[in-house]
């Protein structure tokens, strides 16, 4: 069973990310500093929309999915206020963070849940990718742990290294190259 303050933690972070959402859907509509739509309305089979219609549909998709829960529990406690017909995900989720205790006071309260956490699943995936994975060297490697690291041939890294110049130092004979630098190409 969810606890208050563990629903008021999740429902929190899940209205920073339903904003982040919110937030790309209105920056994808900026005018365009230059091109053939440059901020107007589409004109003409050549013209293009002026923000991402992926974006929209996403936004669209899961308030559509957050909305239903938002009236079960307007329903239920004759609660009124909802944002109607807010396009937003944000003012949603906003609305059940403040009705949180009452939320999870429901019976239906599991359900919603595993759908809220799909929902913050989704949006965590778009806005918080996980960090690539990256081989531990240290901050200087020789040009056969790179070559290993980046699955190159030993000559191939040499080569590249050398190329755009990577910072490097010699101890006994051996060059170790900057790792950052050619892990980060």
Not at 60 to 67: G, I, M, S, W
Not at 136 to 146: C, G, M, N, R, S
Request: glycine share 4%.
């Amino acid at each position: 069973m969810t606890t208050e303050p563990e629903a008021h933690a999740f429902l929190t972070d899940l209205h920073r990310l339903a904003q982040a959402l919110d937030q790309a859907v209105l920056d994808s509509g900026m005018p365009a500093p230059s091109g053939d739509n440059a901020g107007c309305a589409p004109v003409g089979p050549k013209s293009k929309l002026p923000c991402s219609t992926n974006l929209i549909d996403q936004q669209a998709d899961l308030t559509a999915r957050v909305q239903p829960i938002c009236a079960n529990l307007a329903m239920d406690l004759t609660i009124h206020g909802r944002p109607f017909g807010a396009p937003d995900l944000a003012p949603w989720v906003a609305w059940l963070r403040r009705h949180r205790v009452d939320l999870i006071a429901r019976d239906w309260w599991t359900d919603s849940e595993d759908e809220l956490r799909r929902v913050h699943r989704e949006l965590a995936d778009q806005f918080e990718p996980p960090e690539p994975d990256r081989p531990k060297l240290p901050d200087f490697a020789t040009i056969e742990e790179l070559a290993t690291a980046t699955g190159k041939s030993v000559q191939a890294m040499y080569k590249w290294c050398q190329r755009n110049r990577v910072e490097h130092f010699t101890i006994g004979g051996v060059k170790h190259f900057k790792t950052s630098t050619v892990i980060d190409h």
